[in-house]
């Protein structure tokens, strides 16, 4: 369903917000909010491994339906262009592209 509907896969990104830790404190008042910050500074960086790799496969995704965009009308073409080399050829039975 994503690679019909694109804009679906946009839905499933979301960019990972810094830890509150990081705005919160002017410095660490004690070892419990060091260790609390750094776990918050751990999962922020899985976070952002997963927006990453969210955005790679939207990417693969978006260029898999231009690919098949452009595979149907170059399709399109040849057919346009067989068809328009057999008229040009006199044959009055030629199937339309």
Do not use: H
Not at 10 to 25: G, I, M, R
Not at 50 to 76: G, M, P
Request: aromatic share 14%; with cysteine.
């Amino acid at each position: 369903m994503i690679a019909l509907f694109p804009s679906l896969a946009a839905a499933n990104c979301f960019s990972p917000e810094q830890p509150y830790c990081l705005t919160a404190y002017g410095t660490f008042e004690d070892d419990y909010s060091f260790s609390r910050c750094r776990s918050d500074m751990d999962s922020f960086r899985e976070d952002v491994g997963e927006y990453s790799r969210c955005l790679l496969q939207e990417l693969d995704d978006f260029a898999d339906e231009q690919t098949e965009k452009r595979d149907a009308s170059v399709a399109e073409y040849e057919a346009a262009v067989e068809y328009f080399n057999c008229m040009a050829s006199g044959n009055s039975y030629c199937s339309r592209p």
